[in-house]
């Protein structure tokens, strides 16, 4: 099993890889929200977010760098991706509404995860993701849509968006869990 390094407090003496890991976390987080508001009728019952297919990886991602950083790499991705966001945000001119539910869903559901994860730091790398995704994955869906749409959407278009959010992020997370589940951690700088 492989230890974080200790020596991660400083970014200068991070792994490229963990680094790269950061900036996809980063990267996905962007692209989910530059699609939020574009959806994808589904044909039984969802509206699907395209923002979603983006968004699903964030929490795969966010526990490969926990494991391959640490507690302190989690935050400093938290960080990173929230900051580039709100630049993003404000640059392009994103409504107000859509840049405090992002903020918001993504800075209660990546600590919510981060929590459970470190919770669960001594038992198997599967059963920190599925624990840790359970809890975080509708908990984003659900602040998110209820924060960026209400009022603006019927309840029922609400529902079939969290439901598609839901069931498709478990999805892509799971296959993208066990494409990154093989691949060994980036070693140590």
């Known amino acids: 099993m492989h230890k974080p390094n200790p020596a991660l407090g400083q970014l200068s003496l991070w792994p490229t890889g963990l680094i790269v890991t950061i900036g996809l976390y980063a990267l996905a987080i962007l692209l989910a929200n530059l699609t939020l508001n574009h959806f994808i009728e589904l044909p039984v019952f969802g509206l699907l977010s395209v923002g979603t297919l983006f968004f699903a990886a964030v929490f795969t991602l966010r526990d490969r760098i926990h494991r391959a ?5 989690v935050f400093v991705a938290i960080a990173l991706a929230l900051t580039v966001n709100m630049a993003a945000a404000i640059w392009l001119d994103t409504p107000m509404r859509f840049i405090g539910a992002s ?3 993504i800075l209660v559901s990546e600590l919510a995860d ?3 994860y470190q919770r669960l730091i001594r038992r198997s790398w599967w059963t920190r993701v599925l624990a840790s995704n359970a809890v975080s994955v509708p908990l984003d869906s659900i602040i998110f849509t209820l924060l960026a749409f209400y009022g603006d959407m019927s309840t029922r ?3 079939e968006i969290v ?3 839901v069931v498709v992020k478990f999805a892509i997370a799971a296959l993208f869990a066990i494409r990154v589940w093989r691949m060994p951690p980036p070693a140590p700088a």
């Open 103 to 105: 903020f918001l869903a």
């Open 69 to 73: 950083g640490g507690l302190n790499a």
């Open 157 to 159: 278009e609400m529902t």
């Open 114 to 116: 981060t929590a459970v």
């Open 163 to 165: 439901f598609a959010d």
